[in-house]
């Protein structure tokens, strides 16, 4: 089954705007071993979408289109559909019953402009937006599919989350496309490239590589297209387990894990508490950690001291250390790390000083430079990095670096004890 | 003058790459008037390309291309552009010396495949590629431009700025295009439709006028389209003011400004300080605080109170507040917001408590309930808010909120002293 994604809105094509949504429905659809033939992003005029709706279904089978369907004068998709379709408007109830309860929550005001949202072609489906205003549209045709959603990603993803991936799922296959990825941490992707290269050498035709390099982390992909799920499964639970001998002290996780997930469930199966003590992550640590839901069952709090005074005060960080040092040394990343460990009685916690930039890097400590501490229930340790990047990466790296560091010294502590 | 982009390659097809590439492309061409129609992303097919080149040459005056001119088996962009312009491939000394030198920068031996990369068609002009092997391409025929580029990001942009950019700027202007955004908080998109309406039927026809919602904030985009810059720049400049005076009371800020730039701004030029308490955003907001390059001038620190405990014992929370009214109510929020204003002795606090889901939430505080007190130098107030989405949304939401909150106050208390 061939797929088509059109892609509506002037802020894609004024580059205001990049076009993740049509990124991540092809992975979607591949999960369904339904191949996307093309994107084509367009502006939202009438006669462009027209077009765009009729080479797209010539050359397709589904037709995913996003954008334009809000209660505003910019958005005409609905109306360009109708057309194509040759179909009418009208009210459709559970729509209207779900703006008037949309706006209910909220405490505001529906207006008649919202009440047009509940307007809906005749010869379409209405998809229900629990997250907006604006319907869904599902037309059926000639065997063909044309799904119209909402451009607002987390609309469009909820709705095909919950209303359409379940539906295409029940639909015959023509064949599988499953992608798997190993997630690696603590080598570069040439080096990485090196290490695999006979390896790679070595992988059925089938079955294809991409390295996908992303600030500290390589993820490596797999993807396999067959006809035989089991048989497709099996070759990429050999080449893993080959992998996970070549280089078994890079993986840190597959597909969608995250560093902060592994963490916390870590932390979570040993019983463990945690707690950190940030100063150029600035709260970015704390935040990853208590991303993941649940995370409160082991994550106590976190200090983000971003002045020499708080460090002392809040973490106790004896002055003298920071006279003699210097804030950003691993003295007194060990002393956070220690400081805030005691404060609020965990068993690990991790302690960040470092320079993010663009300013305060000097000769000696660059920008970039970064102490990170991770006191565990015996230990005290510290490793000093060198990012060197933009002040966003420098922070992001240094999250993802202590959350590895972190990781390594639960599975080490509490494999010592078992 | 109109555009069409081409982006070639199968992982933007399978969801694995987002396109980048187009997003940054339109806007260079946006800058010299030229209105980007399409984007099409077509996997590296030879029929594939010659029919995407066909199309986008009949609807446009330059076709942009990138991807599929590498060295290996799977590049067959510059074979397709030879087939289509009746073009033969000869070897091009300039390019060859180029890429020979390449190699030779990076110790690296050069192979039979590397030098086929100097074979450019010949009714092409070739560009150089300073960080890479694979040259542009530059053809023209009636009055039309195809230029083909690598996909490697840094290497098309390279590309664009340095041979593209400065020769399309050089051909007559046939009109200007000025974006202009206006952001503003607190108020939905029909909300704000309705409120602008006559306004919006009074715009000029050059201008158009855009609404980008996206969490919590609503983008307001205006775009004037004409042959005289200063016209459409006067024009802009009076639409914004009068849209100053409709709603002045939601808009926070302009283009690419950022609430925690704003707010940081306001801090540093009313020389004051801030320090943040938060538990549902968990370091979000801290971190949004401290992204901001420089933020360490007005920014002191925060605390990461997870728990109760934490709450009491760090932030001073009475504990029968949080006995009486929850550890999710506006009194803690507001013990908060003192406690840590006190802990890091600031001018301005933030305090955040409330239920970021998707677990912990009851009926007369379901998941979303979130209390959000600002400390400012004489006043505290509290706001409470039900967001009710996804825990990251939540947690976005939250941010966002308190940013604008402490924004008005540090606004309102320092209207008040002058």
Avoid at 134 to 143: M, N, Q, S, V
Avoid at 266 to 274: A, D, E, I, N, V
Wanted: hydrophobic share 35%; glycine share 8%; net charge neutral.
């Amino acid at each position: 089954m061939k797929a088509c994604i059109i892609s509506i809105g002037e802020e894609l094509l004024i580059g205001q705007t990049v076009n993740t949504n049509a990124a991540w429905i092809a992975s979607r659809l591949n999960e369904l071993g339904i191949e996307t033939k093309e994107i084509v992003v367009i502006t939202d005029k009438h006669e462009e979408i027209l077009r765009a709706l009729k080479e797209c279904g010539e050359r397709s089978d589904i037709v995913l289109i996003t954008g334009g369907l809000g209660p505003t004068r910019d958005d005409v998709t609905k109306h360009a559909l109708c057309d194509h379709f040759k179909s009418n408007l009208v009210m459709d109830q559970q729509i209207l019953e779900d703006v008037t309860q949309y706006f209910k929550k909220f405490g505001r005001q529906i207006t008649d402009l919202n009440r047009e949202q509940a307007l809906v072609p005749d010869k379409a489906e209405a998809l229900r937006n629990p997250y907006g205003t604006a319907p869904g549209l599902w037309f059926k045709e000639e065997g063909k599919s044309f799904i119209a959603m909402p451009g607002v990603p987390y609309e469009m993803k909820e709705m095909i989350n919950s209303q359409i991936y379940p539906v295409l799922s029940e639909m015959p296959r023509q064949q599988y496309i499953i992608h798997k990825n190993i997630l690696t941490h603590g080598i570069g992707e040439s080096a990485l490239a090196d290490k695999l290269s006979e390896w790679e050498d070595e992988l059925p035709d089938f079955i294809q590589l991409a390295y996908l390099p992303s600030m500290g982390i390589v993820k490596l992909r797999l993807t396999a297209k067959g006809k035989q799920e089991d048989q497709l499964e099996k070759a990429l639970a050999d080449e893993i387990s080959r992998l996970q001998k070549l280089i078994p002290e890079y993986i840190w996780g597959y597909d969608n894990d995250t560093q902060e997930k592994a963490a916390g469930e870590l932390l979570k199966s040993t019983g463990s508490f945690l707690a950190t003590a940030e100063s150029c992550t600035g709260g970015y640590l704390a935040h990853s950690i208590t991303r993941v839901p649940g995370s409160s069952a082991y994550f106590k709090g976190s200090i983000i001291a971003y002045s020499n005074d708080s460090k002392v005060q809040l973490l106790s960080v004896p002055p003298d250390l920071l006279k003699k040092h210097g804030a950003v040394s691993s003295q007194v990343a060990e002393a956070m790390a220690s400081g805030v460990k005691k404060l609020f009685d965990t068993d690990y916690a991790v302690g960040i000083t470092g320079i993010a930039g663009p300013d305060g890097g000097t000769k000696e400590k660059p920008v970039g430079t970064t102490f990170i501490a991770i006191a565990g229930k015996k230990e005290l340790i510290c490793k000093k990095y060198t990012f060197a990047d933009s002040r966003e990466r420098n922070i992001k790296r240094a999250t993802r670096s202590a959350l590895a560091m972190l990781k390594k010294m639960i599975e080490k502590e509490h494999k010592k004890r078992s």
